[in-house]
């Protein structure tokens, strides 16, 4: 994948070889005895509040004591049969403020939570099954289109197989995966891990994956609502948010997300336009991942800019503390103010205006500074892709916000239409989450469309 | 700090800490080493007729805790497979060497007179300080009529006794078997034979785990195996019961007591004497973690006696026996409570499930409606006091049992008007 916007840009000076070592798994696996260990550590709470706390229902304290009953393909069989991409959640989940953050041994006392984490990537990893562990009830007859083939889809496609319906996912991408191919770092996925989960989650049977297919520009809403029996969105936020400033389409402005899927899809690292030095606004995850990464390549400079304090940051501590590890400057209480451009109308650098809560508002203080830069990245957040959702069916759907409305069983306005994932208003920009929406999503499509037959 | 050093049946020592009869102490070359540790004594691993016996590989299996800890330790061990002079050359010189220190020799041979009578001066002439009688071990020599299948049958035990005592001027202590109903007819029977003391308990017959592929139990020899001796922490409770037993029965009372069973630090040690140990063996402990332990043991004994103004072990040897008694003695209007510290707890909620499910659902789990925080209390009207709230808690000292203001007097069994044989006359004053 090319990035357009820095073509011109030179390349990091060490070859891939090298750079790939800079990639590998920023936490690395637990071994056979790290994880006797750490399995021992759980006390096996009732009503575990890690479980509570885990948006996809993963019984924590039951798959902790299969490991250390050296029972693993036990221990990943729990795991998936709530979360069937248990294997990415584990490395991408944010543990630090969901289950190791509720963990009882994160008590005073101890303050060391067990490494839940870890533990369920072991499991997932060093599962020995050879067949798929689900089977597939009898068929129902009915079929569901899924769009977007992200975690949540695919968590509604393999969960609606499952009770025996067929699914075709409409996915716009080459591949399948949604953010954990293209959105997350390459140190928290690594080794394909992200394709490997879709074969995997595959072998269900009965779903194809349909590429290329784009909602709102080759495949309308209108004509799924007619050809399936139900339609699940798992659109995601396919948009990126813009700066509103002048310049915001200049070389060397580009949102992070593209650029982090450029890498996540580099063959070779070494190839990759790589700017001396950055500027990454933002303070959520994808900031952290962009400037970590960046710095990674060989940036020399990396600056994250954030218009309030480190206390408001989306990132988690732990995200803070990878930045801070990776040498990435961190600067607080400032906002963008100018794009600034060389002769060539190439970015060269972003005036900042410093910031100030102001009888409890944001508010620029009128001071400014100046950081110079090759590139500017943006990662400002998210936002509905509104060319996908602009047929006159999909034009009717309600909207929390620029979300999609709907109700507790994923129900959008529309009948037989269901929505899931970072698309919908519960949304929290949680792959787990994703995942535990299209499951009961597909426990409610299920329920309505075979219903409907026994009713009539 | 304290003195350590103690006199057991005529034995002087420099402390009470004695490697038991087992591999630490089966040649000179460890023995030495246990003696520069600091040990106070060994019992020589157990002398026989030539030949020496013969060992099979492999020996030793465990019992593991979630950690892989060692929780308790099996071996199918014999005894000594080295000749018997050899044995006596390295005692005689090792003793000669350290005269300090204790060395016990232990025996084991056939239920015949003569053979005890031709051994006996031939230990003695190594200068020994005195004789401990293997009827204690459970695997492999008892198939050749020795060791636990004459412990297990008191005549033997008071016939050999007898026997030794006849041939050797040297304090007897006859080791006992734990695989036995009723451990006080042995000892009764040790005592009659003219035993200067019983030490116990020897290693219990034991299967720790199966390799379940090869469908064979450990220690695996040659695709086969065979029980063995069970020994480690996890026997302590059963060595404890029967040394309190022979030390309460007033047929043995005063019989000096050796203990031994799973004691692997200070505070084991203390209850073993507490419950009428006037000294301990050690072996399973030493055997996980080397001789130095005897440090620790040491050290953390005379501090604790300093703490609570013991001079010497002898002001507590003993002084938890009168409060070792029958079931049917204890009171009946005694009574605690759980009480769960809010502030330690951690709301794992073992405590509840544990009560709810095998208890008398005594725990209340409430659930905060905003936060979604459980806290656990107890319902002080249903709780029986059983413990097992305490027991499982993760957290030390968070949930006490508290005991209760009744009002009402002592009362046991056999004065309780609920007992339908009770043996008190005031049974029928308040019918």
Known sequence: ?????????????????????HFTDLAPALNARQAAIESSRCLYCYDAPCTRICPSDIDVASFIRNIHDENINGAAVGILKQNILGGSCSRVCPTEILCEDACVRNHDAEGQPVKIGLLQRYAIDNMTITEHPFKRAASTGKKIAVVGAGPAGLSCAHRLAMLGN????????????????????????????????????????????????TLGGNVQLKDLHVQYDAVFLGLGLGASKQLGLTGEDAPGLLAAVDYIAALRQADDLSKLPLP??????????????????????????????????????????????????????????????????????????????????????????????????????KAIGQGMDEKSISDPLAKTLKRDGDKIHVDDQFRTVLPRIYAGGDCVAPGQDLTVQAVQHGKLAAHAIHQDINGMKEAA | MADLSIEFCGIKSINPFWLASAPPTDKAYNVVRAFEAGWGGVVWKTLGEDPAAVNVSSRYSAHYGKNREVIGFNNIELITDRSLEINLQEITQVKKDWPDRVIIVSLMLPCEEKLWADILPLVEATGADGIELNFGCPHGMPERGMGAAVGQV?????????????????????????????????????????????SLINTINSITHLDLDQMVAFPIVGGASTHGGYCGSAVKPIALNMVAEIARDPQTKGLPISGIGGIGNWRDAAEFMALGSGCVQVCTAAMLHGFRIVEEMKDGLSRWMDEKGYKSISEFVGKAVPNTTDWKYLNMNYQVIAQINQDDCIKCGRCYVACEDTSHQSIAQLIDAATGTRTYEVIKEECVGCNLCEITCPVQGCITMVPQETGKPYMNWTQDPRNPRAENIKVTETV
Request: overall charge neutral; hydrophobic content about 40%.
């Open chain 1, 1 to 21: 994948m090319m990035i357009e916007s820095l073509k011109y840009m030179p390349q990091p000076k060490e070859a891939n070889a090298t750079l790939a070592e």
């Open chain 2, 154 to 198: 008191p005549e033997y035990v008071e016939m050999v006794t007898r026997w030794c005592k006849t041939h050797s001027k040297l304090p007897v202590i006859v080791k006992l078997t734990p695989n036995i109903t009723d451990v006080r007819a042995p000892a009764r029977a040790a005592k009659a034979g003219g035993a200067d003391a019983v």
């Open chain 1, 166 to 213: 067929d699914v075709v996912i409409y996915e716009a991408k080459e591949k399948s995966g949604g953010l954990n191919e293209y959105g997350i770092a390459k140190y928290k996925l690594t080794d394909n891990f992200a394709q490997k989960e879709v074969d995997f989650l595959l072998q269900i049977g009965g779903i194809e994956i349909k590429h290329g297919q």
């Open chain 1, 276 to 377: 001396a030095r950055a500027i990454v606004i933002g303070a959520g995850n994808t900031a952290i991942d962009m400037a970590v990464q960046i710095q990674r390549l060989g940036a020399e400079e990396v600056t994250l800019v954030y218009r309030r304090g480190f206390d408001a940051m989306s990132a988690t501590e732990h995200e803070q503390h990878i930045a801070k590890e990776n040498q990435v400057r961190m600067r607080t209480w400032a906002q963008p103010q100018q794009v600034l451009l060389d002769e060539a109308g190439r970015v060269r650098g972003m005036r900042f205006e410093k910031t100030a809560i102001v009888n409890g508002r944001l508010a620029g203080t009128g001071e400014t500074f100046e950081i110079a830069a090759d590139a500017i990245f």
